[in-house]
């Protein structure tokens, strides 16, 4: 993540892919809170609408091909060339999720289930939260330790939606986890890799001649402390302004039925208008 274009990068997937996400569960769940399940991915008809499925499945290869060849190549660190390596290698744990996720639409649910789907992207954070900021020290680690607390929730809302899919609260904290690990990620590369939103007092540090490498350095002692103090504060910030974002959209969805995902179609409503007419028939059944 040592540069602004790998943030930028993961903002660009992460955030549109976290709204997505919770228009798509809250949807579903103001339809029938009493059948909700959460699924990997929701997909919609006609298929043109998943178009953002299908561009991770070739971005997110070419991401990986550009960290392990063209940083290994150009970036003078060791440590960093090894960080790289291993965050290639995350970003490819990603991209065969989501190669999991077509299978698992395609093939029979008995040999690729839901659950397995989410253990596997649970375990996929976790790696990403063992790789996160490696070989980073100084005031710069505190927002790559504040943004794996951000992947540890999604790791474990990942595992806990594994085994009960039917709770929303999990779902809806994945799906703000998500967005919130977007605004802060591109926050922490704007304020660590540009110097129009850094902090007084600090900058690069050059640790190999000629070249400016993912660490920061504060000329004095105080600046370092206001400069972590700030980091905190704007998380602060932003943790305030996903959880209103996130309840303003699905108070949003829930008074506007026209704004929710396949409104009046789209195969995952119909299976559960199919679900609500067998429970009304067997309710009705029960009563004669």
Same mark, same amino acid.
Not at 111 to 132: K, Q, R, S
């Given at each position: ?23 798509? *569960? ?39 091909? *550009? ?37 698992? $639409? ?33 005031? +710069? *680690? ?11 929730? +999604? ?15 999990? $779902?809806?904290?994945? +799906? ?45 002692? $105080? ?30 969805? *829930? ?32 009563? $004669?």
């Amino acid at each position: 993540m040592a540069s602004l274009a790998t943030h930028l990068s993961a903002f660009i997937f992460l955030l549109p892919t976290g709204l997505r996400r919770l228009v798509c *569960s809250s949807s579903l769940y103001l339809k029938s809170p009493a059948l909700f399940k959460s699924k990997t991915w929701f997909f919609s008809e006609p298929r043109w609408k998943n178009l953002d499925f299908y561009i991770l499945i070739i971005a997110l290869p070419l991401s990986s091909f *550009s960290e392990t060849f063209i940083f290994l190549t150009f970036s003078g660190h060791p440590t960093y060339r090894f960080a790289f390596l291993q965050q290639s290698m995350v970003v490819f744990l990603f991209w065969v999720l989501l190669l999991l996720i077509i299978l698992r $639409e395609n093939v029979d649910p008995l040999y690729i289930n839901e659950g397995f789907a989410f253990v596997f992207a649970g375990l996929t954070f976790l790696a990403e939260y063992f790789v996160m900021g490696k070989g980073i020290t100084g005031f +710069s *680690s505190t927002a790559y330790d504040l943004l794996g607390t951000l992947t540890l929730v +999604s790791a474990g809302c990942s595992f806990y939606l594994s085994v009960r899919p039917s709770a929303f609260f999990a $779902e809806f904290l994945l +799906s703000s986890g998500l967005i919130f690990k977007g605004t802060w990620i591109l926050q922490s590369g704007l304020s660590l890799y540009t110097d129009t939103f850094g902090f007084k007092g600090c900058q690069k540090v050059m640790v190999s001649p000629g070249k400016e490498d993912a660490e920061m350095g504060c000329d004095l002692e $105080e600046d370092g402390f206001r400069a972590v103090a700030l980091m905190r504060l704007l998380f602060i910030g932003h943790a305030i302004l996903v959880l209103l974002l996130s309840f303003g959209l699905f108070g949003l969805l *829930s008074k506007n039925q026209k704004l929710r995902f396949g409104e009046g179609g789209g195969p995952l409503l119909s299976q559960l208008d199919s679900e609500n007419m067998l429970i009304r028939t067997s309710a009705e059944l029960e009563i $004669e």
